[in-house]
């Protein structure tokens, strides 16, 4: 025997609300349409009262006329019934709104009644302080490994000077023509570029000088 599957129909998303907003419709229609065939009618009536008027079959006209009043009064009724239908709809609708908006105010409540569950006032503080605790400890270790890599990283400054006094004294050596240890080489005088400039402003005042003779 073969085994045959049915498919489950999936829920249907007709509320009776709809099936109530629906059935208001359509009672409104059937009204307009009653309402069409009877301004019809009058029109109707209307002509067949002036040409029995006419041919002078005056009773007649006013029994005709009579039915044309009552059905004009038929008609001022219908439009009382049309307007308490379309307020009934419009009624209808925006009531399903509101019950949109209440159902999610509801879930709305519901999931922040979850999360204050799972986060209460208690949990909150001891993550705080746990949080508070461990930035704490990580600035004391940083401020442990700090120091101590100042302490052993430390240099002297007086062994670098000498270390690059050695290197100058090597360069020197190294591009000086070689002497015998025993010449000894003057000393430069420090005052040079003094004597040098006194001797630019001696000539620079002998110009004019020349140049008026």
């Given at each position: 025997m073969g085994i045959f599957f049915t498919k489950k129909k999936p829920p249907s998303r007709v509320t009776e609300q709809d099936k109530a907003i629906l059935q208001v419709k359509q009672t409104r229609d059937k009204?307009?349409?009653?309402?069409?065939?009877?301004?019809?009618?009058?029109?109707?009536e209307?002509?067949?009262?002036k040409e029995l008027l006419k041919n002078g079959k005056k009773?007649?006209?006013i029994l005709l006329l009579r039915k044309k009043k009552y059905q004009e009064q038929v008609l001022s009724r219908a439009d009382g019934q049309l307007e308490n239908l379309e307020r009934m709809i419009h009624d209808l609708e925006y009531a399903q709104v509101e019950i949109k908006v209440i159902d999610g105010l509801k879930a709305g409540n519901t999931a922040m009644k979850q999360l204050h569950a799972l986060l209460s006032i208690d949990e909150i503080e001891k993550v705080m302080d746990e949080t508070?605790?461990?930035?704490?400890?990580?600035?004391e270790i940083d401020e442990i490994l700090t120091s101590t890599?100042?302490?052993?990283?430390e240099i002297d400054e007086s062994e670098i000077e000498a270390e690059l006094d050695a290197l100058v004294e090597a360069d020197i050596d190294e591009r000086a023509p070689e002497l015998p240890k025993d010449v000894?080489?003057?000393d430069v005088p420090k005052d040079?570029?003094?004597?040098?400039?006194k001797k630019r402003t001696k000539e620079k005042v002998r110009e004019p000088i020349a140049v008026m003779g």
């Open positions: 009204i307009k349409q009653y309402q069409r065939k009877i301004e019809q009618s009058l029109e109707k209307r002509l067949l009262a009773e007649r006209a508070k605790e461990g930035i704490e400890k990580q600035r890599f100042a302490t052993e990283d000894l080489l003057p040079l570029p003094e004597e040098e400039e």
